[in-house]
């Protein structure tokens, strides 16, 4: 390994290094908010509703509802961190110091994507120990359900790169976190089945990326699946990849980051 590779390397693992640390440092903001948000909806929809619903697909409402709930918590504060962080750099002025140093575009990438992946996961993680003992029927294979929400949180970490390098307001930042983020859960078949929708709400339901990998995690879960389960994963997988490269593309060519 060359003194530049060396270099490259502490680089990207102090900038991620910075990344996580802030999350763990302001966690009242970055886990607690989306724990409690998981869990009330679980409360709502799981207790309230639960109490008529009873069953769906064969499953207690509330343990149809938890894989969803992770998905939305992954989905929300991955994209959210590293849409910030990278907004807030460029904001702030300090991107110029990054993209003058010797990372390479995807180096810089992986460090600001770190603290999105890691804030997603931890924030699940979280909200899977309150919600899981209760809510939980068992069946599925669990690692196949952490395969799901990693991916979920590589991705959406990745759009929310995008997200950062576009927006040059805060306007606009929570136009995408509004307008694409929250429909794309909400239609996600976290809260109902899709095929027990009539349409145009099936077909709608089944072009939403995020439903693949709710259905994903709830047959990881669960066992219960509408969609296979591998074809759902390479789909997420390659939109996963897509988008970091088209935000190391981005960051590459400096669009919206220099002056």
Not at 155 to 183: C, K, M, N, R, Y
Request: negative net charge; proline residues 4%; charged residues 10%.
């Amino acid at each position: 390994m060359s003194e530049l590779q060396r270099l490259q390397l502490r680089g990207t693992a102090a900038l991620a290094g910075r990344e996580v640390r802030r999350v763990f440092a302001l966690w009242t903001q970055t886990i607690l908010p989306p724990f409690v948000t998981a869990l009330l909806f679980l409360a709502v929809f799981g207790g309230a509703l639960g109490s008529r619903i009873r069953e769906l697909e064969g499953l207690d409402y509330a343990s149809f509802l938890v894989p969803g709930l992770l998905v939305m918590t992954v989905v929300g504060q991955a994209f959210g961190n590293s849409s910030t962080s990278l907004f807030q750099a460029k904001n702030e002025g300090y991107i110029e110091d990054l993209l003058t140093s010797p990372l390479a575009p995807w180096q810089l990438a992986l460090g600001y994507l770190a603290g999105g992946f890691v804030r997603g996961l931890v924030a699940a993680a979280a909200v899977a120990a309150v919600a899981l003992p209760v809510a939980w029927e068992g069946g599925g294979n669990v690692g196949l359900a952490v395969l799901a929400l990693v991916i979920c949180a590589l991705g959406f970490a990745a759009l929310g790169l995008i997200t950062g390098v576009w927006s040059e307001s805060f306007d606009q930042h929570s136009f995408v976190a509004s307008i694409v983020i929250t429909p794309l859960a909400l239609l996600g078949g976290v809260f109902y089945s899709a095929d027990a929708l009539d349409e145009p709400w099936a077909t709608l339901t089944r072009i939403d990326p995020l439903y693949y990998l709710v259905d994903a995690t709830r047959g990881g879960l669960t066992g219960f699946h509408e969609s296979p389960i591998w074809i759902s994963l390479l789909v997420a997988a390659g939109i996963a990849v897509a988008a970091f490269a088209a935000a190391t593309a981005l960051v590459r060519s400096g669009w919206r980051l220099k002056p």
